[in-house]
């Protein structure tokens, strides 16, 4: 890819020059060597299984042909590899009856607190990278960290590393002020743009068994296949580790300068989670009765039956999920072809 320009509008927008590793970058290359066979909507239903312990196969419904789409069966000369994410993965797998009792467990998000700080001066987020820069102190045992996993009632306490940000982007910020004479004046403003400062702690999710993503009972969707359900509840450790992060990243903030700084937290206590980071509900283990996937990633019993996402993930981790995401699937890929070499 093409070295970065420091445009500033990484977050929320696509690359003008293709510089960020995004899907578009990635299946560009793909497609230019002929030897992939990209097929939009199509939503896949089963996996097919043979003899020995084998996938042969997928069927799917075409739904280019909506209304009323036909099943297709596309036949695997090698191997099946199911990469839809740490919420679809599990709900096609338990579909299937693939995989046991672990497969829809432990999922994971990261427990986000933000922190924002409102300055009486432009924070220049616009300018240079704005999704790269991070600091990872809360990753880093201290006494004062003990101290408050202490007084929670913890062993320890860890947070994840805290993203840095600015507010809004000029589009999004356009129409937060509404229309009216208010809104030039507003706009030069831009106090939710160039007075905003922002921390996002990722922090870790503990893996519970009971955190689950499992097939609704009542609910279908519109092909008439369960929909997943998601239950879900934070470790007391994800609580105590925000509150803890809290307090450190407000009097960051206003030690920079910052005239005012608060906190949030996803998921709130009253709401689903709004992490975007999902994972864990296929986890990769050495035991077939506490995992759903070989530290191979092929599915317990099912030779070339392959999990390529985030669902096999055992712990969040305290760090954004994309690279080590990317870096299993290019392991097990790199497995397969030396297993059939």
């Known amino acids: 890819r093409p070295p970065c320009v420091d445009c500033g509008f990484c977050g929320g927008y696509g690359c003008p020059i293709h510089a960020k590793g995004d899907p578009i970058s990635a299946l560009a290359r793909s497609l230019a060597t002929g030897r992939l066979d990209l ?10 299984l043979g003899g020995g312990g084998r996938a042969t196969g997928v069927r799917y419904l075409d739904l280019t042909a909506y209304p009323d789409p036909p099943t297709v069966e596309v036949r695997a000369a090698r191997a099946v590899i199911v ?17 046991g009792d672990n497969v829809g467990r432990y999922l994971m998000y990261h427990f986000q607190t933000f922190t924002v700080g409102i300055f009486d001066r432009d924070t220049g987020g616009d300018r240079g990278r704005s999704v790269t820069h991070l600091h990872d102190d809360l990753m880093i045992d201290a006494p004062a960290m003990r101290a408050a996993a ?8 860890r947070g994840g590393t805290t993203e840095h940000g600015s ?20 706009m030069q403003d831009s106090a939710l743009r160039r007075r905003i400062w922002a921390f996002t702690m990722q922090g870790e999710d503990l893996p519970q068994p009971t955190n689950r993503i499992d097939l609704d009972p009542v609910v279908k969707d519109a092909w008439g296949f369960p929909a997943g359900r998601a239950t879900y509840a934070p470790h007391r450790h994800d609580i105590a580790a925000s509150e803890y ?8 903030m206003r030690e920079a300068g910052a005239q005012s700084a608060f906190s949030a937290t996803s998921p709130r206590g009253d709401e689903a989670p709004e992490s975007r980071h999902v994972m864990g509900t296929a986890r990769m283990g050495t035991n077939p009765s506490t995992s759903v996937v070989t530290p191979w990633q092929n599915v317990w019993g099912i030779d070339n039956l392959f999990v ?34």
Not at 171 to 180: D, K, L, V
Not at 245 to 252: D, F, G, N, T
Not at 322 to 337: E, F, K, Q, S, Y
């Open 83 to 99: 990469a839809g994410g740490a919420f679809e993965t599990p709900r096609l797998l338990l579909r299937n009856n693939i995989g």
């Open 39 to 48: 097929r939009s909507e199509a939503y896949v239903t089963d996996i097919v």
């Open 245 to 252: 992060s809290k307090v450190l990243h407000e009097a960051v």
């Open 308 to 341: 390529c996402d985030s669902s096999v993930f055992v712990t969040s981790a305290g760090y954004n999920p994309t690279l080590t995401l990317a870096a299993l699937a290019h392991r097990a890929a790199t497995l397969m072809i030396s297993s059939e070499n």
């Open 150 to 157: 202490k007084a929670a009632g913890l062993p320890w306490l």
């Open 167 to 186: 507010g809004r982007g000029p589009i999004s910020e356009a129409g937060t002020y509404g229309r009216g004479r208010h809104h030039l004046p507003s």
